[in-house]
C-alpha cells in the first residue's frame, strides 16, 4: 500500500528557532500533498494544501509567512516552523494524494513538536 | 458547508462487545466518506472507504454502509478486541479533485479485556 513518512518524528527546540519537518511518499508520487495540524483529543485542521512545483494554497487564519511549505519535487514537501513559539507546539501531520486521480489520502505518522 | 458530524467519546466496551460509531454528513452531491483510526501516538490509517451510495467499505472486520437517504457512515464491527482500541475519525471528500477533507471530531474507544 502507499507509505507517507515524515522526519523526524520527535522534536524539540527553543522559542525563536526555526524547524523544519519532512514529508515523503515513499512508493508513489504524490501531485498534491496536505498539512494539518492536531491538539490534543481534537481532530485535524487541514493547514495547506501543497502542490509540486507551486505555491501551497493556505487556508484561512494559516499564516504563510510562519509555516513555510516547499513541494520540490513529486515526493517530497517540506513545512517550515519559523521563529516557534510555545504556541506552535502540536502535532503535525501530513498527508498525500497519488497522481492517479483517487480521492484517497495517505498518512504520514505524524510530528510532535514541542517548543519550549 | 460540508461537514462531518460523530457520536461523541469516549466509548469503552468489553472485548467481543458489538461496535457502532455513528458518522453523518452534510454535503451537497456525491461525497466519497471515509473512516480513518489514529493508534496512540500515530498518525491516521485508512480503515475504509466508500465512494457511492449503497457501497459497503470494509477492513479487519469493520463495516460501513453509504446510506445516502440517511446522510450517514456509521462503523460497526461486531466482536471487538483490545488491539481496537484507538481514536476513530469519520471524513468525507468533495471537490473536483477530491482535496479537501473534512474531519469529524474522532470517537475515542477503548476495550477492555
Known amino acids: 500500500g502507499a507509505v507517507v513518512s515524515q522526519h523526524p518524528s520527535w522534536v524539540i527546540c527553543k522559542s525563536g528557532t526555526s524547524v523544519k519537518i519532512e514529508c515523503r511518499s515513499l512508493d508513489f508520487q504524490a501531485t498534491t500533498m496536505f498539512w494539518y495540524r492536531q491538539f490534543p483529543k481534537q481532530s485535524l485542521m487541514l493547514m495547506a494544501t501543497?502542490?509540486?512545483?507551486?505555491?501551497?494554497?493556505?487556508e484561512q487564519g494559516v499564516e504563510k509567512d510562519k509555516f513555510l511549505i516547499n513541494h520540490a519535487s513529486l515526493t517530497l514537501s517540506t513545512l517550515t516552523v519559523t521563529s516557534a513559539h510555545p504556541e506552535d507546539s502540536s502535532f503535525y501531520i501530513c498527508?498525500?494524494?497519488?497522481?492517479?486521480?483517487?480521492?484517497?489520502?495517505?498518512f504520514g505518522p505524524g510530528t510532535r513538536l514541542l517548543v519550549l | 458547508g460540508d461537514s462531518v458530524t460523530q457520536m461523541e467519546g469516549p466509548v469503552t466496551l468489553s472485548e467481543e462487545a458489538f461496535l457502532t460509531i455513528n458518522c453523518t454528513y452534510t454535503?451537497?452531491?456525491?461525497?466519497?466518506l471515509f473512516w480513518y483510526v489514529q493508534y496512540p501516538g500515530e498518525g491516521l490509517q485508512l480503515l475504509l472507504k466508500?465512494?457511492?451510495?449503497?457501497d459497503k467499505g470494509s477492513n479487519k472486520g469493520f463495516e460501513a454502509t453509504y446510506r445516502k437517504e440517511t446522510t450517514s457512515f456509521h462503523l460497526e464491527k461486531g466482536s471487538v478486541q483490545v488491539s481496537d482500541s484507538a481514536v476513530y475519525f469519520c471524513a468525507l471528500s468533495r471537490g473536483r479533485t477530491g482535496n479537501q477533507f473534512y474531519f469529524g471530531t474522532g470517537t475515542s474507544l477503548t476495550v477492555i479485556p
Open positions: 498527508s498525500a494524494r497519488d497522481g492517479a486521480g483517487t480521492e484517497t489520502q495517505y
Open positions: 466508500a465512494t457511492k451510495a449503497d
Open positions: 501543497s502542490n509540486e512545483g507551486s505555491k501551497a494554497t493556505y
Open positions: 454535503a451537497t452531491g456525491y461525497p466519497s
